[in-house]
């Protein structure tokens, strides 16, 4: 029996620079996931360096950074202390439906500064026109608690920072200290319900 004739080992003489390529190209690909590898290290490494340059321990990784606190609705300036800016009491029928009441309220608005109080003045009219809608439109029950004179106190503040042109707060965050404008608070210095 005759055995086939194996081809002669030509095509790899022919052929000697592709295998040097392949070679070439692996070495290189191996060369890139190497300095990747070390790149990846030195991030991990430097990442768990904490800001003075010691490394972190493994408690204070672990443990959980208390919440900043919350903002103040507004900061008070010592050195300038604030203004206050009186209005005349007010007297309104409060909303019927839990008998015919009245509300006698006297308010002072405390503002930045005194030059925004004078400025107020100007627009005292509009304000006392807003003030008494908003203290008519409201029934007995909803302003004789605490929280209902607090949320009414608010809902002033609003109103005067937007007839000065400021805009509402966004809805869900009634809060005069949100609109940023000239009026920090509403302050009630007589509230009679009768």
Request: glycine share 8%.
């Given at each position: 029996m005759a055995k086939?004739?194996?081809p002669?080992?030509?095509?790899?003489?022919?052929n000697?620079?592709k295998?040097?390529?392949?070679?070439?190209?692996?070495l290189?690909?191996l060369?890139?996931?190497v300095l990747?590898?070390?790149?990846?290290v030195g991030f991990?490494?430097?990442?768990?360096?904490s800001?003075?340059?010691?490394?972190?321990?493994?408690t204070?990784?672990?443990?959980v950074?208390?919440p900043p606190p919350p903002?103040a609705p507004?900061a008070?300036d010592?050195?300038?202390?604030p203004?206050?800016?009186?209005l005349?009491?007010?007297?309104?029928?409060l909303?019927?439906?839990?008998?015919?009441?009245?509300?006698?309220?006297?308010?002072?608005?405390?503002?930045a500064?005194t030059?925004t109080?004078?400025?107020l003045?100007?627009f005292?009219?509009?304000?006392?026109?807003?003030i008494?809608?908003l203290l008519?439109s409201k029934?007995?029950?909803e302003?004789s608690?605490?929280?209902?004179?607090?949320?009414?106190?608010?809902?002033i503040?609003v109103e005067?920072?937007?007839?000065?042109g400021?805009?509402?707060?966004?809805?869900?965050?009634?809060?005069?200290?949100?609109t940023?404008g000239p009026?920090?608070?509403?302050?009630?210095?007589?509230f009679?319900?009768?």
């Amino acid at each position: 029996m005759a055995k086939a004739p194996t081809p002669p080992p030509a095509d790899k003489a022919a052929n000697p620079g592709k295998g040097k390529k392949v070679l070439l190209i692996v070495l290189i690909i191996l060369l890139v996931l190497v300095l990747v590898a070390v790149g990846l290290v030195g991030f991990l490494l430097l990442k768990k360096t904490s800001s003075n340059g010691e490394p972190e321990s493994a408690t204070t990784s672990a443990e959980v950074q208390p919440p900043p606190p919350p903002p103040a609705p507004y900061a008070v300036d010592l050195s300038k202390p604030p203004a206050f800016f009186a209005l005349d009491p007010f007297i309104v029928n409060l909303a019927s439906g839990e008998g015919e009441r009245y509300l006698q309220a006297v308010l002072a608005l405390r503002v930045a500064d005194t030059k925004t109080a004078d400025g107020l003045k100007a627009f005292t009219p509009e304000i006392r026109h807003r003030i008494n809608l908003l203290l008519a439109s409201k029934l007995p029950s909803e302003i004789s608690t605490l929280e209902g004179r607090e949320a009414l106190a608010n809902q002033i503040g609003v109103e005067i920072n937007t007839v000065l042109g400021y805009p509402p707060p966004p809805e869900g965050t009634r809060l005069i200290s949100s609109t940023g404008g000239p009026v920090q608070a509403v302050l009630f210095n007589s509230f009679i319900i009768q």
